[in-house]
């Protein structure tokens, strides 16, 4: 027995009916499959017998015993599929029919559809998701959501563009979530509105779907919902307004704390919340490599609609905002030590959640100022820059500085100043030194008006700033700055606070704020006290302090190790913004170790990463120093053509290959040994076979590579005979295999 479970629209009905025919065409079952629908049937077992009799053809005129009997009667001995559709309003009749059933024919086999689990022995369970609803999948093709938009629309003779922005955001998760049933409502709607006008419909009343397509027992978003809501009882109706509050994937054990504030016992929380997803109002997910629920957002939405009378939506809202406030305020105490990288995944999956607490903490003048400390709580966990969302970041401390100001004209607090000098610390880490420079004015201004003492932030933004855009003559002035905010924060604030301006002291020594026997003492003082505290992720950073240093002062087996290290763990840890910069240093170390061509490419990579985490480095002074002297080591070796090919090959790479691509050079640096290229290709080898793959002729290759004709030839021979081929077409075919077995 299976049961295709899940919320109502989402295509249990049609993947049966389906399935039931390519079963009945390759003949599994020689005694028959069949469909049996239980629209429309009372909660009775005579009710659902009955339909079933109907179906299988069997003449019912009896009383209730009689057609039991004969229903068996009708399946002993037979080798078949029952498919049984739409149980959940009967679904107390149907576990009571089908162990009957199974008992007169072993050879029975049944396939359920239902918005609930039905329970029964040796049940196996197949949940229908929500069709995937990403606006372009991995290949750049549209979702399976948009493109079911797109053909339902062309049935009624409304084309959709692909690309059209509104067919992603109606099919998204912001709005109908992927629901087959609620894109076909949408598509219906094309007769009288444009795809604007939905979105925007929806965007008001999200659950008044306009009309149904044909015959569709599906008659509005509303309506389909609200068959799931009559078949609970009153607490689980409850439970499902307040859950609702919940954006995106949450932890039952959140929803047991946020519930606990309302009055809701914790015990009748956690039953309640797995009968939810029983009943398919949640459901289960991986998020981030663990197990949570989520509510879909057309089934969420008729929840903040439902009316309780002892819990208004806005108690609820603060209910959930005090939580998610109270977990950034614990996450920025906790996050320097052994439990950092937890919290640093946690937050980042919670960030639906955080988003919408800091909305509402925003959205009135007594929640205000603990809206702008849980901001600036957030900035100090650092999970944005390992998320590389150091963009949303400033977003968010702007909002809640305006929404500060709205609703408390003219008044200056300390947590203004600190939030406004984190805007500043995170503009100058993008590399916007313009938008660092303005809040960094602003903070300073803040900070005459408050008085006393300047906060660790303030000294946090200055002393970087100094570092990164200041002249060169100011990096002595820098490191300063920075061990002063290092001292402010020992006194004032948290152990990460601390321990992360002592890290930009020391990578501001790395870079050449201080002497060698100086920056090599404090990179490594400063590993060891990372590494005591048991904090990956500022101990992989220590790690690139120390490889940077190192490298400064031609200790190259050092630095490779270092790095080798630090890049192995951003990559478990999937620290994007880590790995973005380790991959730019290896390209920075190959340059100096004479590996041209994979510098190259290895800073090609780093540039599309940083513009994934939204970083230019022409606002970094020191790290761009460093970057156009690797480059032009590159120029020399290579000529600006195959310099220029190779920096572009890098840049179409994966974030996983740029990775893979680095800790291969560094594993073989380390060894002393030449780069392992596919195949055991030699570096002259792979590179000739590159621009052969680029379409270029014996002459071309030889006038990049700076050899004859006849060296080149000997070289793609040489390959050809490796990768145990006869021809160059099977050559470039092996290559590619090679490079890229996917």
Partial sequence: ??????????????????????????????????????????????????????VLGVPD??????????????????????????????????????????????GLRVLTTSRDYLELPGEHLLVVPPLPNHATTVDGAVSAAVQLLIDRAAARDAHIDPADPDAAMLCGPALLDGSPADIELAAGCLDVLTLRGIVEKLGADPLAMLKPMGRSRHRSQRTIRDVSYNLLDTNERRLWAVLAVFRGHFHPEMAEHVCERLGFDRDDVATGVATLVQRSILV??????????????????????LVLEDLSQSRISAAHAEYFAERARQAATEWYGPGELDWMRELGQDSPNIDAAVEYLLSGPDTVAAGLQMVVNLAHTRVDIFDGQLREARARIGAA??????????????????????????????????????????????????????????????GSALWLVGERSQETDAVEALDLAAEIAACSATRGEQSMAALFATMATAFGGGDHATAITRAHDYLAVTEKTGAEWAISWALFAVAVTEHGHGQSNRSIAAL???????????????????????????????ESGTAAQLLGAARTMRRGIGTDIGGLHPWLRMENAAMAVCLAHLGPDVLRQHTEGGQKLSLDKAVESGLSLLASLSTGEPLEHPGGLTNREQQAVEL???????????????????????????????????????LLEAWRNLANPS
Wanted: with cysteine.
């Fill in 564 to 594: 080798r290290r630090a890049l192995t763990m951003q990559q478990r840890m999937g620290d994007s913004w880590g790995a973005a910069w380790s991959v730019w240093l290896a390209g920075v170390i190959a340059a100096s170790s004479r």
């Fill in 401 to 462: 500085l305006d929404a500060h100001a709205r609703f408390h004209p003219g008044v200056t607090t300390p947590t203004q100043v600190s939030a406004v000098a984190l805007g500043a610390w995170l503009g100058y880490l993008q590399g916007r030194s313009d938008t660092g420079q303005a809040l960094l004015g602003q903070a300073r201004e803040l900070q005459t008006a408050v008085g006393g003492p300047p906060p660790h932030a303030l000294v946090l933004a200055e």
């Fill in 1 to 54: 027995m299976v049961t295709l479970v899940g919320p109502g629209g989402v295509g249990k009905t049609r993947l049966a009916i389906r399935l039931a025919a390519q079963l009945a065409d390759r003949g599994d079952f020689p005694d028959d499959v069949a469909l049996v629908s239980l629209i429309g049937v009372a909660d009775r077992s005579l009710s659902v017998v009955r339909r079933l009799l109907q």
């Fill in 692 to 730: 052969l793959a680029n379409n270029m002729k014996d002459r071309k290759i030889a006038e990049v590579m700076g050899v004859s004709v006849r060296t080149v030839e000997t070289h793609l021979a040489n390959a050809r005979k490796k990768l145990q081929v006869n021809d160059r077409t099977a």
């Fill in 284 to 305: 289960r997910e991986m998020c981030r490599g663990h197990r949570r629920v989520r509510m879909q957002e057309p089934v969420r939405r008729y929840g903040l609609g």
């Fill in 61 to 106: 005129n009896d009383d209730e015993v009689a057609a039991h009997a004969a229903l068996a009667d009708r399946l002993a001995g037979r080798d078949m599929l029952l498919i049984i559709d739409n149980c959940e309003h009967v679904s107390e009749t149907v576990r009571e029919v089908l162990p009957t059933l199974f008992g007169a024919s072993p």
